[in-house]
């Protein structure tokens, strides 16, 4: 059991692995509603529209979360705004957002010289550089946003399942969705640390696409979900500690053999 | 009660989609509990006129009231069934879910289903013959079956007002007959059912009142009063064949996907 322990002895290793698996169980929660809806594209460009906010916050010597934090509710505010009416397709004003953020952020980034390390840290994440108050953070924001994610449970459900239905019962559909945006924005922010914007988009489907496979019901896929992001998590900081490799890229590739395991165990189940 | 007031009453509604006006300046009421089929050719502005009945869409003018209050000042007293349910087939959701979802407007956002709920929607789906079909995905049914689905969730929410567009087109006769009982319970019920029909023996022989639409009101009133040579002239016009028997055909069949698509084929001019 030595090998088990022997990273645990690291005060930065027993924040890390709180870090992701608490970032596991957030991605994979929230990442039944990115399969679901249909917003795998929304969460990537997400990911990647918070480096303006990264940038600036730098910038200004600013909290990074903080930043981040600002640019993806931004962004998510304004997608929903180009496409309220109709106007432009919801994945036409993701497009445009998208790139422009991403510009901006490059652009931000290309006029500074001496960051490189920190810069990869936010594509990549730095599970092991949580500060003690980044955790606080990551689990303070984690909590309102599961807590929300339950509480709205049945709305969100209704949105998202038949919107007829949500127009006969009057709900503020177009402010739930402009929440759940929110929600994910926020997830994304979260995740930063742990397995940076590059990869958080496949923190966000990932999980939640296995659980699709292995469950009918909504809220087992959340637990099923929320159980295989935080398996992966542990797994793969385990993985990126006994063969130094960059800890998200190993949480991203156990949560894709989950993946595999469960498509092939349906496969064969259907035949 | 010593005196039924009218429970639904349009008056001078236009509904339209942005620039387009389907239905011109309609007023008509409707009795508490009363059976209403809603009659008129392909593209006459029946879905029209369901969507703006249930909220989804708004009115270009005038107003719809509902127990003498304007529309959505109830939230949970009408129940839609649309042509084709617009929902996500491979949601994972059961058909016990689904019908428990036409609770939620009464058991409140934040609360968990009581046991009444739980007894409201064993009974739902029983009274349309899905009970033993609770805990299959919806996605896995047929489409008779998905329909009576949706037809148990109408009625575990428990609305005085039910539509329902064209429920007996396309469907097989196992559903065809279950929605006719249904007719007939919620009547019992002093449920008021508005309901859009190509059948016009059946609007004639199942219902109270009869609406007889194409763009604006042109007949409503007993399916006696309704069905008379001249409004069906002006409904249906060239496809209306009188016989020298007093027979009238009316060519009719085959409603298109979307009534209310840009290419409208039924504008009689």
Redesign the interface.
């Known amino acids: 059991m030595s090998w088990l322990l022997a990273p645990l002895a690291y005060q930065f290793m027993q924040r890390g692995l709180l870090a992701s698996v608490i970032v596991g169980v957030l991605c994979a929660v929230m990442g039944t509603y990115v399969v ?1 809806r249909g917003l795998a594209f929304l969460g990537d460009a997400m990911a990647h529209a918070i480096l303006p906010g990264v940038a600036v916050a730098y910038l200004f010597g600013g909290n990074l979360l903080v930043g981040a934090g600002a640019a993806a509710i931004l962004v998510a505010l304004s997608i929903g705004l180009f496409s309220r009416q109709g106007e432009v397709k919801e994945d036409t004003a993701i497009g445009i957002m998208f790139a422009a953020a991403l510009s901006l952020g490059v652009a931000l980034i290309s006029s500074m010289q001496t960051y490189a390390v920190d810069l990869s840290h936010i594509l990549f994440g730095n599970v092991l550089g949580v500060s003690p108050s980044d955790l606080w953070m990551i689990a303070g924001l984690s909590f309102i946003i599961l807590l929300t994610v339950g ?2 449970f ?2 969100f ?2 949105i ?6 949500a ?4 709900l503020p559909a177009e402010l739930l969705r402009n929440l759940m945006l929110v929600l994910l924005a926020l997830t994304v922010v979260v995740s930063l640390q742990t397995v940076g914007v590059s990869l958080a988009a496949a923190m966000l489907v990932t999980p939640a696409a296995t659980a ?1 496979l292995l ?4 809220w087992p ?1 959340m637990l099923v979900s929320a159980l295989i992001g935080a398996l992966s998590s542990i797994i793969g900081l385990y993985l990126s500690y006994y063969f130094n490799i960059v800890s998200g890229s190993a949480i991203v590739l156990t949560a894709t053999l989950f993946f595999l395991l469960a498509f092939l165990w349906k496969r064969t189940k259907s035949i | 009660m010593t005196h039924t007031p009218h429970r639904l009453e349009i008056e001078n509604a236009s509904i339209g989609y942005g620039e387009k006006i389907v239905m011109r300046d309609l007023s008509f009421q409707v009795p508490h509990g009363a059976r209403v089929a809603v009659v008129g050719p392909n593209g006459a502005g029946k879905s029209t006129l369901f969507k703006a009945l249930v909220g989804i869409l708004p009115l270009q003018s005038g107003r719809i009231l509902i127990h003498g209050e304007l529309l959505g000042a109830h939230k949970d007293c009408v129940a839609y069934i649309p042509q084709h349910e617009d929902v996500d087939w491979r949601f994972p959701v059961t058909v016990s879910d689904v019908v428990m979802m036409g609770r939620f407007g009464q058991m409140g956002w934040l609360s968990r289903p009581s046991k009444t709920d739980k007894q409201i929607v064993r009974k739902s789906m029983e009274q349309m013959g899905i009970g033993g079909l609770a805990n299959r995905s919806i996605g896995q049914l047929s489409g008779g079956q998905q329909q009576r689905a949706f037809l148990a969730r109408a009625i575990a929410q428990e609305p005085h007002i039910l539509l329902m567009d064209e429920p007996f087109t396309g469907v097989d006769v196992t559903t065809q007959e279950a929605t006719l009982n249904l007719l007939d319970h919620l009547h019992s019920q002093q449920v008021t059912t508005i309901i859009s029909t190509h059948d016009l023996n059946l609007a004639a022989s199942r219902f109270d009142l009869v609406l007889l639409l194409n763009h604006k009101l042109i007949a409503f009133g007993t399916p006696q009063e309704v069905f008379v040579k001249e409004n069906l002239a002006q409904a249906f016009g060239n496809s209306l064949l009188v016989m020298e028997n007093g027979v009238m055909l009316v060519d009719e069949c085959c409603p298109p996907e979307e009534e209310h698509d840009h290419h409208d084929h039924a504008e009689v001019k």
Do not use: E, I
């Open positions: 679901l509480l709205l049945k709305p459900l209704v998202s399942f038949d919107p007829v239905l127009a006969t019962l009057r699709y469950t009918r019901r909504l896929m």
